[in-house]
């Protein structure tokens, strides 16, 4: 059989599967079940367009891979079959571990272990299953292996997963303000004692890179709507895990249901990963269309006001909201709602948002001048603004019923 098969990606055109053994990962049920995870949660809420999911990007992300491996080779950085086999395979496979939602339900489903964490059960299991075959990308994604700069390639500041979400996410929800230029990034990549560095000519689109990361943050990923869609959402899975503890039989998928008895205290051993690899979104919207007809009011008024996108009213604020205010609209909605003082929290809630650009103290984007001399980004650019964007920028916010 023909293996070597072409996808046509709307960003960056046809994508060529280089290997059999690619093939063969993308073909398990592991990974085609990421086709069925959406990759920006309830984004769509906000930007109709945004149903894309983990599965392009996961696609997304390798083909610019291939391309970062073809421009350093170009440049004269060794790059073995095996660590380029094995660079495609830990950017394919980075996100495997997202659960329905991707990040809106990451500590919700299960609270004690991140989709990082799973994503490496996974790779782990396939590894298994390919004779071993998975194991330097188990290592470069561990930050385990010996060269340093192939690690950066899939898990830094400037990283291949970033060039890719940024720019498909940017195209999926229409805001123009987060399109980068990945490619000319890519072109500009190279190696220097081992670490990855970005060469003088591309400053500008790194700049931009930065700029965009900002304004992707504040436009889109904490975009109040999406923002208070995710809170009723974790609220639902909040209540129904409350409801099966006490005895209740919630009608869902039966993967869902076994997720759903977990305590804060359980492990996550290969049997409860065989069981995570088949809940996607669907589980969730089919468990929701169900709940919002269920007997208990807070469970179905919660799964109503997803299926119907009947959401709270949310405030967002520099400064904190006052105790007077919160306990003001506290008691506002146990009234309006006829709730119990224990039922208002999965109606009410006030929490906080960061933003942080850059951060200085965490893998630097690093500029080779053209002396060179490397500087990280904030020292070589003569863009006032971009040390600011590298300081956390924190918003306060409140939501409570309409």
Excluded at 77 to 87: A, G
Excluded at 205 to 225: G, P, Q
Excluded at 311 to 319: R, T
């Amino acid at each position: 059989m023909n293996k070597f098969k072409i996808l046509n990606d709307p960003i960056y055109g046809f994508i060529n599967i280089p290997s059999e053994l690619v093939f063969d990962i993308i073909e398990h049920p592991f990974f085609q079940r990421l086709r069925r995870i959406s990759q920006m949660g309830l984004s769509h809420f906000v930007y109709q367009g945004a149903h894309h999911t983990r599965f392009e990007h996961a696609l997304g992300a390798m083909f610019l891979m291939q391309r970062a491996i073809s421009s350093l080779r170009k440049k004269g950085v060794k790059i073995s079959e095996n660590e380029n086999d094995s660079l495609l395979l830990a950017i394919l496979l980075h996100d495997i571990g997202h659960g329905p939602f991707s990040h809106t339900l990451e500590h919700s489903l299960v609270t004690n272990i991140h989709h990082e964490e799973i994503s490496l059960l996974f790779m782990e299991q396939l590894n298994k299953e390919f004779d071993g075959k998975l194991t330097t990308a188990i290592q470069i994604l561990k930050g385990q292996y010996h060269r340093k700069f192939l690690n950066q390639l899939v898990s830094s500041q400037l990283d291949i997963d970033r060039l890719d979400y940024l720019k498909r996410d940017s195209f999926y929800t229409g805001v123009t303000e987060g399109n980068i230029n990945s490619e000319r990034i890519i072109s500009m990549l190279n190696v220097v004692d081992d670490s990855l560095v970005v060469e003088e000519k591309g400053i500008y689109s790194v700049e931009k890179f930065i700029v965009a990361r900002r304004l992707m943050y504040w436009m889109v990923y904490l975009h109040k709507t999406s923002l208070v869609a995710d809170f009723v959402l974790l609220n639902i899975l909040k209540k129904a895990k409350e409801l099966v503890s006490k005895g209740a039989e919630l009608p869902c998928s039966g993967s869902l249901q076994v997720f759903l008895k977990q305590t804060e205290t359980f492990t996550f051993n290969d049997e409860l990963l065989l069981e995570f690899s088949k809940i996607d979104d669907y589980d969730i919207i089919m468990a929701l269309k169900q709940w919002k007809n269920y007997p208990d009011k807070v469970l179905a008024t919660l799964s109503n006001s997803i299926i119907n996108r009947k959401l709270p009213k949310i405030s967002i604020q520099d400064n904190e909201f006052s105790k007077v205010t919160i306990q003001q609209k506290r008691e506002e909605t146990k009234v309006k709602l006829a709730i119990s003082d224990n039922d208002v929290d999965y109606f009410f809630g006030v929490g906080m948002i960061e933003n942080q650009a850059y951060n200085l103290h965490n893998s630097s984007i690093d500029i080779l001048l053209k002396s060179g001399e490397i500087k990280d980004i904030t020292e070589a650019s003569d863009h006032m603004n971009l040390l600011a964007l590298s300081k956390p920028v924190v918003k306060h916010f409140m939501y409570y019923p309409k």
